[in-house]
DNA sequence: AGGATAGCCTGCGGGC
DNA sequence: TGCCCGCAGGCTATCC
């Protein structure tokens, strides 16, 4: 499943393929996993050119699991892949995989290739946005910082003052966007806290420790190509190759790699959870501290 | 207000 | 072998 060093390998490697290409047209099914409502115009024609018909890409952008592909005069498309959500580059007779919902025909010189926009599950989707200040103020003005590049002091004035716990802080992308299921339990593993321990209650060298194991363990999975689990696979195919170090995510019953204990599962924000009780305790905020 | 729940959707794997 | 069911999860809407 994409979360952000998945989304950050595809804008990289898409952006080779796509900078500079011109977009001759488009070719939407679904019309469903759309919307054009950031681009003005109710026409089909309107549409199309909502999604990049007849553009130049510039440059591909990328804000914690989303991504916006920019044109030169300004045209924004975003990309968000959801849970099962891909991109692909084939040649445009390549027979289209299921659940393929729009294709967009590039020129990159004498090349011509076709990206296309798969996702099975469909909890991804496309949004247009005709400038980049509408991409901003309608849709990722409501995020929080991305968390490739968050740093202590911006960690602890997000945390501030929040009484849920930290699975749940960390999920939510108006905290800190681009953290999922996977790379928060890895993450709070890694730096020795608990689940639901609350947001608010960090001391400063915890807040340190949490921004360190963020930080670290997403520029190690972009490094490393993102994640694997059952999906996953770039635009060449290629799985990633992160899913073997997971430290705790998928280990629930197992031992934990540092200190042996049975790793626990749990629920916790409506999400299978994994974490290990002896090295992650939960902290009772004590009434003299503050 | 904010936490819990349901719903969206398909693929896959476990169990029978 | 084959079928059925439950689970996976990002995000939003709705309820309490």
């Known amino acids: 499943m994409p979360e952000l060093p998945e989304v950050e390998h595809l804008r990289r490697h898409l952006e080779s393929w796509i900078q500079g290409a011109r977009i001759k047209d488009v070719q939407l099914g679904r019309k469903d996993v759309l919307d054009w409502r950031g681009s003005p115009g109710s026409r089909k024609s309107d549409r199309d050119q909502a999604l990049l018909a007849e553009s130049q890409v510039r440059r591909l952008d990328r804000h914690g699991k989303q991504m916006a592909i920019e044109t030169r005069d300004g045209r924004i498309l975003c990309v968000h892949l959801g849970m099962s959500g891909r991109i692909e580059i084939a040649k445009p007779s390549e027979e289209r995989p299921a659940h393929t919902h729009c294709c967009w025909n590039l020129q990159a010189g004498r090349r011509r290739f076709q990206m296309r926009f798969i996702d099975p599950r469909r909890f991804g989707g496309l949004w247009t946005f005709n400038s980049r200040e509408r991409l901003l103020s309608d849709r990722w003005?409501?995020?929080?910082?991305?968390?490739?590049?968050?740093?202590?002091?911006?960690?602890?004035?997000?945390?501030?003052?929040?009484?849920?716990?930290?699975?749940?802080?960390?999920?939510?992308?108006?905290?800190?966007?681009?953290?999922?299921?996977?790379?928060?339990?890895?993450?709070?593993?890694?730096?020795?806290?608990?689940?639901?321990?609350?947001?608010?209650?960090?001391?400063?060298?915890?807040?340190?420790?949490?921004?360190?194991?963020?930080?670290?363990?997403?520029?190690?999975?972009?490094?490393?190509g993102g994640s694997t689990i059952h999906t996953w696979a770039d635009l060449s195919g290629h799985p990633g190759g992160f899913s073997t170090q997971h430290q705790v995510y998928g280990r629930a019953g197992e031992m934990c790699i540092t200190c042996g204990q049975t790793l626990s599962t749990a629920l916790v924000a409506q999400r299978t959870t994994v974490w290990c009780s002896k090295c992650q305790r939960l902290r009772i905020r004590k009434r003299w501290e503050n």
């Open 141 to 224: 003005g409501a995020l929080g910082p991305d968390a490739a590049s968050i740093d202590p002091d911006l960690m602890s004035e997000r945390l501030k003052g929040r009484s849920k716990g930290l699975k749940s802080s960390l999920l939510d992308q108006a905290v800190v966007a681009g953290l999922g299921n996977i790379y928060v339990d890895e993450a709070l593993f890694r730096s020795r806290l608990h689940p639901k321990q609350p947001a608010g209650s960090l001391k400063r060298v915890e807040i340190e420790r949490l921004t360190e194991s963020v930080v670290g363990i997403l520029h190690l999975a972009i490094k490393q």
